[in-house]
């Protein structure tokens, strides 16, 4: 029975996906005359890289504020080693159903021999903090351009609003985390283990939080950089690149069974961005800005394989005979 809910779920989050994938390209169909001409040009290709570059970086300042969370948690884990499962896992979230990258997170960890409490607890506290840190930068957005926004928006969730997604987000990971880690009732504590799971410091979560904060700063400035550079757009406006921006990422990250956020996140980019910039722009840059995503998990996930067969060889590889005889 319960396998039967789950697969409908993801049917029907892969559906809202679909839904909204073909209302974008329904929209960029009828906006394709309208579609500006490409500025290519030395500054165009090295905007692009850069845009890249940011995004590389993302994944990487993730990873990191992961590594944070299972050392407060109890665990000992090398930041190369660490880098590498959560770049080898992350792109598989571009397996239908949007649970694959964070299975395999699990699995990678588990086969390095994390323990497997500790990584689950500290996976649930970086989707809440994420969830935290992208609806304090909509509100940020809201409060110093909400009556800009309305020139063109009529419907913007309001601060309250996003105040209390904020909190829920804070405190779930937390309340999930007494529940599993430390009651763990019925099975969990066969499946779980007995292994002691900190809860890490209020400073550890704080930097947790501005690091996550910073990764969407820099999704913020990729997309400038690709709407001024590609499309001759004058202005720059990477406040409300990065709070559109997030807002996109919560509603793709949300959306059960929609790979990396794919459809559900161009639509909200088409929507808030469209009567800012035009319609075509607005495509444009949905397009090109999940080109470089992709392009940069590519290259982050190529990083991490080749990282990861180096440390593996280095960890077969024999001693040389005269260290034989020392040891």
């Known amino acids: 029975m319960q396998k039967k809910i789950k697969s409908y779920y993801r049917w029907f989050g892969l559906g809202v996906s679909l839904i909204a994938l073909a209302y974008f390209l329904n929209s960029a169909l009828k906006q394709i005359s309208t579609f ?7 500054n165009a290709y090295a905007s692009f890289a850069a845009a890249t570059s940011l995004n590389a970086l993302v994944t990487l300042t993730g990873g990191y504020s992961w590594i944070l969370l299972l050392r407060a948690s109890g665990e000992t884990l090398v930041t ?30 588990s086969s390095r021999g994390l ?32 009556e800009n926004l309305f020139k063109y928006m009529q419907d913007m969730p309001t601060v309250f609003q996003l105040a209390v997604a904020a909190a829920l987000a804070i405190a779930f990971p937390l309340l999930v985390g007494w529940v599993l880690l430390k009651w763990r009732p019925g099975p969990l504590g066969k499946i779980l283990g007995d292994a002691t799971v900190n809860t890490p410091s ?12 910073l990764c969407f700063l820099f999704m913020g400035i990729a997309s400038d950089l690709l709407v001024r550079s590609l499309f001759g757009v004058k202005e720059s406006r990477i406040f409300l690149l990065t709070g559109t ?24 980019l088409l929507k808030v961005l469209g009567p800012i910039y ?50």
């Open 36 to 42: 500006p001409s490409l500025c290519w040009g030395l």
């Open 245 to 268: 921006f997030a807002v996109a990422w919560v509603a793709g990250f949300l959306t059960p069974g929609a790979p990396a956020g794919l459809g559900v996140r161009e639509a909200i």
């Open 202 to 213: 209020p400073g550890v979560l704080l930097n947790c939080l501005m690091l996550y904060l």
């Open 115 to 146: 323990t497997l409490s500790r990584v689950i607890f500290t996976m649930i506290l970086e989707a809440g903090w994420l969830i935290a840190a992208a609806a304090i930068l909509a509100m940020a957005w809201l409060l110093f351009m909400r």
């Open 80 to 109: 190369s080693e660490g880098l590498v499962i959560f770049a080898l896992a992350q792109f598989a979230k571009y397996i239908p159903g949007n649970v694959a990258h964070h299975a395999g997170r699990v699995a990678l960890a």
């Open 278 to 327: 035009g319609a075509g722009v607005a495509v444009g840059l949905a397009i090109s800005l999940r080109a470089i995503t992709t392009l940069a998990d590519v290259l982050t996930f190529t990083a991490a394989l080749i990282a990861n067969a180096t440390m593996n060889s280095s960890q077969r590889e024999p001693l040389p005979p005269h260290l034989k005889k020392r040891f």
